[in-house]
C-alpha cells in the first residue's frame, strides 16, 4: 500500500486492566512525518515530560507510555506530536543510541497492533475516552495521567521481525495447504511459506493480524486457485488493490475494519465475486462500478456502515443474481425505494436500525423468493394510512417465514 503501512489490529496481546464494555472503531489522524522539534526531557520515571508540538497551535494532552516491563513516563505535549516524535523522546529518556528498532504499539479491546510514524497517539486517546462518554468538562486532555488500560495502553517497545509461526505448523500430518488459517497469530509479515503453496490455497484466513493489511502483489497474482480470503479485524482503511489480481476469487471478508471507501479500490474487477462482507466499517456510499460489473454477487453484507440513503444501484444492476442484501445499522434515511422489486432473487434483506419510515414501496410485494425480512428499529407506517400499506405488502409475500417489525410505528 506506497504509503504509510495501513492501522491494524490483532489479539495477540491481552489487556492488563479490565475491558468496560465495547467501543466502536474510529478512523485515526493520519498527518505528515514531521522533523522532530526541541524536547525538554525533565522528572524521573512516571514524572512528566513536557513535549514541544510541530509549530501549530493545538490542543495539549498528557499520555502515559509504558515500556514492556510495565514502567512508563508520563508525556504532555500537544495532540498533534506524531509517533515518530514520541519514538525518539522515549529513546532518549530510555538511554537508546537507534530509536529506529523501536515502535509505539497500542492495545486496545484486548487487541495490539503497531502505530504508523505519522499517527497521532494522544489524538487516537482523545478520541476513545469521547467514543466511550467523557467529554470536555471531564478535563479529557489530563486524563492520560491515569492509568487508562481498561480502554487503551500505549507500549514502547522493541520492533518485532519476520512470522512467529512455528516451523512445524507447516509439517504437521493435519496440514492441508488447500486451507490455511493464520486467524490471531500477530503477524508482522505474510509467512514465506505462503509464497512457495500460494498455487494450491483454496481457502486464506488471515484475519485479526495487526499489520497485515494487504497482500504482496507478486503472492496476490500466484494464488491461482484462491476462493476465499479474509482479512476480518486487521483495521484496513481501504480495500486491499491487490485482490483484483486474483482471477478466482469468490468470497471476501473485509468485515470489521476501517475502511471508508470503495472508490478506486480495484473492487469493481473482480468480476468473479458471490460474497462480499463488509459489516462494521465507515463506508458512506457503493460506487455504482460495483454492482455494474460483479453481477454474480449472490450475498452482500454491508451493516453497520455509513451510508444514509439506500443503494439503489444494487437493484438496479443485480436483479438476478443477489440472494442476500444486509443493510443493518446504516443510517439510511427515507423509504426502501421501488426498485427494490428489481431483486427478483432476493431471500433475505435486512434493514433494521436505520432511520427509515412511511409504507413498503408495492413492488416489494414482488419478491417471490423472499422468506426473510428484517424491519426493526425504524418507523415504518408512522404516516398516515401507511400503516395499512405495511401490513398490506407483506400480506403479498407467500413465500416469507421471518419477518421482524418490533421497535415501529405499527399497532
Same mark, same amino acid.
Given at each position: 500500500?506506497?504509503?504509510?503501512?495501513?492501522?491494524?489490529?490483532?489479539?495477540?496481546?491481552?489487556?492488563?486492566?479490565?475491558?468496560?464494555?465495547?467501543?466502536?472503531?474510529?478512523?485515526?489522524?493520519?498527518?505528515?512525518?514531521?522533523?522532530?522539534?526541541?524536547?525538554?526531557?525533565?522528572?524521573?520515571?512516571?514524572?512528566?515530560?513536557?513535549?514541544?508540538?510541530?509549530?501549530?497551535?493545538?490542543?495539549?494532552?498528557?499520555?502515559?507510555?509504558?515500556?514492556?516491563?510495565?514502567?512508563?513516563?508520563?508525556?504532555?505535549?500537544?495532540?498533534?506530536?506524531?509517533?515518530?516524535?514520541?519514538?525518539?523522546?522515549?529513546?532518549?529518556?530510555?538511554?537508546?543510541?537507534?530509536?529506529?528498532?523501536?515502535?509505539?504499539?497500542?492495545?486496545?479491546?484486548?487487541?495490539?497492533?503497531?502505530?504508523?510514524?505519522?499517527?497521532?497517539?494522544?489524538?487516537?486517546?482523545?478520541?476513545?475516552?469521547?467514543?466511550?462518554?467523557?467529554?470536555?468538562?471531564?478535563?479529557?486532555?489530563?486524563?492520560?495521567?491515569?492509568?487508562?488500560?481498561?480502554?487503551?495502553?500505549?507500549?514502547?517497545?522493541?520492533?518485532?521481525?519476520?512470522?512467529?509461526?512455528?516451523?512445524?505448523?507447516?509439517?504437521?500430518?493435519?496440514?492441508?495447504?488447500?486451507?490455511?488459517?493464520?486467524?490471531?497469530?500477530?503477524?508482522?509479515?505474510?509467512?514465506?511459506?505462503?509464497?512457495?503453496?500460494?498455487?494450491?490455497?483454496?481457502?486464506?484466513?488471515?484475519?485479526?493480524?495487526?499489520?497485515?493489511?494487504?497482500?504482496?502483489?507478486?503472492?496476490?497474482?500466484?494464488?491461482?486457485?484462491?476462493?476465499?480470503?479474509?482479512?476480518?479485524?486487521?483495521?484496513?482503511?481501504?480495500?486491499?488493490?491487490?485482490?483484483?489480481?486474483?482471477?478466482?476469487?469468490?468470497?471476501?471478508?473485509?468485515?470489521?475494519?476501517?475502511?471508508?471507501?470503495?472508490?478506486?479500490?480495484?473492487?469493481?474487477?473482480?468480476?468473479?465475486?458471490?460474497?462480499?462482507?463488509?459489516?462494521?466499517?465507515?463506508?458512506?456510499?457503493?460506487?455504482?462500478?460495483?454492482?455494474?460489473?460483479?453481477?454474480?454477487?449472490?450475498?452482500?453484507?454491508?451493516?453497520?456502515?455509513?451510508?444514509?440513503?439506500?443503494?439503489?444501484?444494487?437493484?438496479?444492476?443485480?436483479?438476478?443474481?443477489?440472494?442476500?442484501?444486509?443493510?443493518?445499522?446504516? &443510517?439510511?434515511? @427515507?423509504?426502501? /425505494?421501488?426498485?427494490? %422489486? =428489481? *431483486?427478483?432473487? !432476493?431471500?433475505? #434483506?435486512?434493514?433494521? +436500525? $436505520? &432511520?427509515?419510515? @412511511?409504507?413498503? /414501496?408495492?413492488?416489494? %410485494? =414482488? *419478491?417471490?423468493? !423472499?422468506?426473510? #425480512?428484517?424491519?426493526? +428499529? $425504524?418507523?415504518?407506517?408512522?404516516?398516515?394510512?401507511?400503516?395499512?400499506?405495511?401490513?398490506?405488502? !407483506?400480506?403479498? #409475500?407467500?413465500?416469507?417465514?421471518?419477518?421482524?417489525?418490533?421497535?415501529?410505528?405499527?399497532?
Amino acid at each position: 500500500n506506497g504509503g504509510p503501512t495501513e492501522p491494524s489490529w490483532s489479539s495477540k496481546s491481552t489487556s492488563t486492566g479490565t475491558d468496560r464494555g465495547s467501543v466502536r472503531s474510529l478512523p485515526f489522524e493520519r498527518g505528515r512525518d514531521v522533523s522532530l522539534p526541541e524536547f525538554k526531557v525533565v522528572g524521573s520515571l512516571g514524572g512528566e515530560e513536557p513535549v514541544g508540538g510541530d509549530g501549530v497551535e493545538t490542543r495539549m494532552g498528557v499520555l502515559r507510555l509504558f515500556r514492556r516491563d510495565s514502567t512508563f513516563a508520563t508525556i504532555s505535549a500537544s495532540e498533534n506530536v506524531t509517533t515518530h516524535e514520541l519514538l525518539q523522546i522515549m529513546s532518549k529518556k530510555s538511554l537508546i543510541p537507534d530509536y529506529t528498532k523501536f515502535t509505539i504499539c497500542i492495545l486496545h479491546r484486548g487487541q495490539e497492533r503497531m502505530l504508523n510514524r505519522t499517527e497521532r497517539p494522544l489524538l487516537i486517546q482523545r478520541r476513545l475516552l469521547e467514543d466511550v462518554g467523557y467529554d470536555p468538562i471531564d478535563k479529557i486532555e489530563m486524563m492520560g495521567r491515569e492509568d487508562n488500560s481498561y480502554l487503551v495502553k500505549f507500549i514502547f517497545k522493541e520492533v518485532s521481525t519476520g512470522n512467529e509461526i512455528d516451523p512445524n505448523y507447516w509439517k504437521a500430518p493435519s496440514f492441508d495447504p488447500r486451507y490455511i488459517s493464520l486467524s490471531r497469530l500477530g503477524l508482522t509479515t505474510i509467512p514465506v511459506s505462503l509464497f512457495r503453496l500460494a498455487g494450491d490455497v483454496l481457502h486464506l484466513d488471515l484475519s485479526a493480524n495487526p499489520n497485515i493489511s494487504d497482500i504482496p502483489n507478486d503472492l496476490a497474482q500466484s494464488l491461482h486457485q484462491l476462493r476465499f480470503i479474509s482479512l476480518s479485524e486487521n483495521g484496513l482503511t481501504r480495500f486491499p488493490k491487490t485482490l483484483q489480481f486474483v482471477e478466482t476469487l469468490s468470497e471476501v471478508d473485509l468485515s470489521h475494519n476501517r475502511i471508508t471507501t470503495l472508490e478506486g479500490s480495484g473492487v469493481e474487477s473482480i468480476v468473479t465475486l458471490q460474497k462480499l462482507k463488509l459489516t462494521g466499517n465507515l463506508i458512506e456510499r457503493v460506487p455504482e462500478d460495483l454492482p455494474r460489473n460483479c453481477q454474480r454477487l449472490q450475498v452482500l453484507e454491508l451493516g453497520n456502515n455509513r451510508f444514509r440513503s439506500f443503494p439503489v444501484d444494487l437493484c438496479r444492476y443485480l436483479g438476478q443474481s443477489l440472494r442476500v442484501l444486509d443493510l443493518s445499522y446504516c &443510517r439510511i434515511k @427515507g423509504k426502501i /425505494p421501488d426498485a427494490i %422489486g =428489481e *431483486l427478483r432473487k !432476493l431471500e433475505v #434483506l435486512k434493514v433494521c +436500525g $436505520n &432511520r427509515m419510515y @412511511g409504507g413498503l /414501496p408495492w413492488r416489494l %410485494g =414482488e *419478491l417471490s423468493e !423472499l422468506v426473510e #425480512l428484517d424491519l426493526r +428499529g $425504524n418507523s415504518f407506517g408512522n404516516m398516515g394510512g401507511e400503516e395499512g400499506i405495511v401490513v398490506e405488502v !407483506l400480506g403479498r #409475500l407467500q413465500g416469507l417465514r421471518t419477518v421482524r417489525l418490533d421497535a415501529n410505528r405499527i399497532r
